[in-house]
């Protein structure tokens, strides 16, 4: 079953993501749970780039991963984001879902925190607009 | 302008895939002509991992790209292709345009061929079915 | 301080691994990781690509990474490793260390399980290797 | 043979850039060749990043290559690099050999350009570097 999700985000596997043992790499994942935040804070009307260039850089501080089955050339699968603040930290709970069926592929949890102009502190903007698309 | 092609796919560019100067590095290039060609497969009806399996190994031999204009964070474009047979030879004419301006950021020429069992060849039906596909 | 590793290896970043904040990207360093494995199977006298064609896959069960300090492009590093077996899963215990200044730059422990002929279970030949590894 | 080159780096060849096809992925050859580049280019007292943040952008206008033997899970391989100039453009002969019989395994031709605060341009320091080391 997909539990209920604020974010989803659908993708096809490619061939290049599939290694030697004809399965995604595992480092992919990461990859796609990356694309799949970047994607929800788009939809916040946010922009990772741009974030940057204001000095605002969002990074990764903790991530854990368990994988219980592995995606194959072809697959289509459904990245899903849940997310909650605790101080200063952003929690991102995500998992991965394959299509049609709904096996759970992956399942993570990414901590996640704004560093700006080099030093760690909350992007309010950010914070709120996640406030406010929750209400939605 | 964007040409006539045989086969089109859009996309849009995932951050991990931009480099240092803040542009999709050159080398994902090569993945998303990739990506477009094994589309392109499975709309004729074949698998790319499963002619794989089958002993048939359709492979690059040749490629030459320009570079015309770089995609960035958060565009969406569109990777077209044609193809046509030289021989036992595949020569796909692939072009990448950005959306919605259709600006051309690249232009690709890709030769490949099939390789049967550990030997040049000719995988008839793949053949066959592009043959087909054109014509509908 | 660089603690006491069974096995060892050095890299240096290359660029194209750097993203747009001009940081190695989160998602590389797990290459890193898994390289670090294979190359210690290596050591091992053992080969991933071959014990794929005998049947046996080591596959990743679990991952957990805290980033620390990012790797810049340029910056070398020492990638180390220590394992431990509980049950039939291998426990790596994996940590990244900037060279020279050796600091600490990711630590992860990854969890992997060894599949045989599609079924879970031990890959005897490799328990033992790693037990005889570590006695010399 | 391994014919004479300006500049020679050495890599093995990682578990993650193999594909499906138990060989190193196409597109992997472009990012062994861009840091062959970047090497060369560090071995020359420049650096590429450092070049980006002076607003001078080296940028590849044209590709091409030939793949003749592919590299496997566990190959070593020589990345060889020669470099002339013609006007703005810097042309860049890359080939790379497997270890250790030397089989060629790609060719490639590479046409780079300096982007210099956004304008087509010849980085001075460059070239001179480039001429400089030619005659050491």
Redesign the interface.
Known sequence: MVSHCTFALEFKV???E?????IV????Y??YL??TR?EYL?ELGL???EL?NQGI?L?????????KT?L???DRFLSCLNVKKEGIKYIFDQKIYRLPDKKQCISAEVTAVAVINGKLGEAKHVSDAMERYKQT
């Open positions: 490619r061939d290049y599939c290694d030697i043992q004809g790499n595992n480092a992919v990461q990859n990356e694309h970047h788009c922009d990772f780039a940057h850089d990074v990764v501080a903790r991530l854990s991963m368990s994988f592995p194959k050339s072809g």
